[in-house]
């Protein structure tokens, strides 16, 4: 018998605040590697782009793997929520129109997890575009075309 997948219950306690920064993790719809086409990737650079240029997130760094996303950020006039909703519906429209596809793109849900006060936020960025590296992908993170990061 086939589980039930159990994105509902990351939904479960999540609160956002306004100034607070969040490492988000989204996963590709049945983790299809999609993002191994560079112009894909850069579809989803645009819209992370907007989603900070339009005031609802400060982004501080993300890396686009071949089948998911890590993003930090600060809230600004958004909630999480709007947040996630926003980037995966245009996302999802603007990548299922170059793939020439419909439906589903990105899995229901998303992992989140509030950066406290006391964490370097630097680490977490590191942590974040080091993902190339640990997966095996590139040997050098410059070699990786798909991260960005505020303090460079």
Same mark, same amino acid.
Request: hydrophobic residues 40%; proline residues 3%; aromatic residues 10%.
């Given at each position: ?69 890590? @993003? ?74 798909? @991260?960005?990061?505020? @303090?460079?």
């Amino acid at each position: 018998m086939l589980q039930k997948p159990n994105s509902h219950l990351l939904r479960r306690g999540r609160y956002s605040e306004s100034g607070r920064a969040y490492l988000v993790t989204v996963v590709v719809y049945q983790r299809r590697p999609v993002f191994n086409d560079l112009h894909l990737g850069r579809l989803l650079v645009a819209e992370l782009k907007q989603t900070h240029d339009s005031g609802l997130v400060d982004s501080l760094a993300w890396a686009i793997m071949p089948d998911h996303l890590h @993003w930090l950020f600060e809230l600004r006039e958004a909630t999480l929520s709007q947040v996630m909703r926003r980037v995966k519906s245009r996302s999802t429209l603007t990548i299922n129109r170059a793939r020439r596809t419909h439906g589903a793109f990105w899995q229901s849900g998303y992992h989140d997890r509030a950066v406290r006060a006391e964490e370097d936020l630097i680490k977490v960025a590191r942590y974040i575009i080091a993902n190339p590296l640990r997966a095996g992908l590139v040997d050098h993170v410059g070699d990786y075309s798909l @991260w960005d990061a505020a @303090w460079l």
